[in-house]
């Protein structure tokens, strides 16, 4: 998992990366332009393009300094460096490049106004104007230059964090910073890029090394860590020699409606590809030709308005909601799992009898996993205007509940009752179809019924759908739910020590 670090805590590693490694500040500055240029150079390989490049006086515009100067010694002529003199301050390291930029022949311009901003005719642009140190919201001259810019419409490639975006925190709907094209970042992604309103700031973003100390970045105490593929195949546990259908637990899904039979039908389908020993479909009457004529693998247990579950202690995971439709009998149903006290899986229209008896929602079972898109997830524990304050309440409610939340989106949060997050970043818009969520809690049950922990499960089953999406949507516009499912088991065979 690699340990996502706040601006205070990515300026400590600065500074514990000079103190402690045999690099100087303004060397790590230049370690960091040459990333960036390296970057940009495998995007923009034009050298005849012109480049217009913004900085400001703190280190990131020394940065801005330090690339401009790269750019020059890579073949580009036509390089302009607007200096952005709307504060007297200026670091250390933004000092040295400017004196070594004014020693070198590139064209540099001070802005000491917005109003000085000439209509610019460069291709590319560059923003270094403010970094990770952004303090407030842009105003004033700020606010304007950067409207001016963005009024260019040119391609912009931030250094390090769009101007006036914030790297952490609440991001609102009335962002007046950067809109970049690219964002090349440095070490680790900034945590707001994991937000949908980060959109508005940047197309996409990459990272690049710089050399900061690993060891000390990843020992930093957190809230947010992001899952990698190494994570994935640790979990992982081979099929062993002389294992049976009994090994690999017994998985109930109980979903579906007349007419959301689909739903059960996918989510048992991914659990059966995921490797549970046996799955069973709790689903009503209607369903039960289509449920054998496609997944003869799939047992059935007829739902009727009586159903209970006689011996829920005979499934090794259970999982509830998908298409199940709302009703009085369902509510009963939940209620009588919950009084099992199992972990189960908890998904759509079970989620949404939920929130309607906020009473129930207290008494969920321990480790059970909840599995909500955005528009559950308000329904269940109230509205929410920004993605920041969404995401601190599936924390404390994680933690609260002693249960796992996954918050879906592009990028899923599973958030855990020791209230760390783990940020999922597999899965495409390609994968952006009805019955996507419905594969996701069958390939959790199967998951659980193999006996990793909830919280193994929630992480496993994000990443290997998100990658199977992913491999999907190579050669794909849109990726069905039904391929996913049918694709899982190869993801992960690819994946298994
Ligand atoms: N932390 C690291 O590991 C490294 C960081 N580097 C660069 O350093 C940057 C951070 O540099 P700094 O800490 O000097 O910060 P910035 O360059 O982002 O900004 C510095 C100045 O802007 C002012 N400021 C902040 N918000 C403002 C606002 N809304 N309106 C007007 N003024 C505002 C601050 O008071 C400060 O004086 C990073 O983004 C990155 O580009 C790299 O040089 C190398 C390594
Ligand atoms: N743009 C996207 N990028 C990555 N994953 C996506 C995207 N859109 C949807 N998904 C994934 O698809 C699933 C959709 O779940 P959900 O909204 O519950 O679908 P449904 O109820 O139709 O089955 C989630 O796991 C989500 O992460």
Known sequence: MQTLLTSTQMRLADEFT??????????LMETAARAFVKVFLRNEFDTNKSVAIFCGKGNNGGDGLAIAHLLLNNGYENIKVYVINFSKKKSADFAINLQRLDESRCKKVVIDRATDFKNIKADIIIDA??????????????AELVKQINNLNKKVYSVDVPTGFFAEGRLTADYNGIVAYKTICFQRPKISFFFPESKLATKSYEVVEIGLDEDFVQKQESEFYLVEKKDIEKILKPRENFSHKGTYGHALIIAGNSNTMGAALLSSMACLHTGAGLTTACIPQSGLIALNATLPEVMALPRDEYTRIENPTKYQAIAIGPGLGISAEHERLLESLFAANLPLIIDADALNILSERPDLIEKIPEQSILTPHMKEFDRLFGEHSNWWDRLQTAKN?????????????QYTFVCSPNGKVYINPTGNPAMAQGGMGDV???IIAAF???KYSSLNAAIL???????TGDQLADDKFVVTASQVAKEISGVIKTMVP
Not at 131 to 142: H, I, R, T, V
Not at 397 to 409: C, F, G, H, T
Not at 461 to 467: P, S
Request: hydrophobic fraction near 45%.
């Open 18 to 27: 000079i103190a402690n490694k045999p690099i100087a500040s303004i060397d």
């Open 397 to 409: 409610q994680s933690v609260r509940l002693k249960i796992v939340i996954v918050l879906k989106n």
């Open 448 to 450: 659980v019924a193999q």
């Open 461 to 467: 089953a994000c990443f290997v759908h998100g990658q």
């Open 129 to 142: 104007i403010l970094g990770s140190g952004l303090n407030k919201a842009l105003e004033g001259e700020y």
């Open 440 to 442: 996701l809690t069958g």
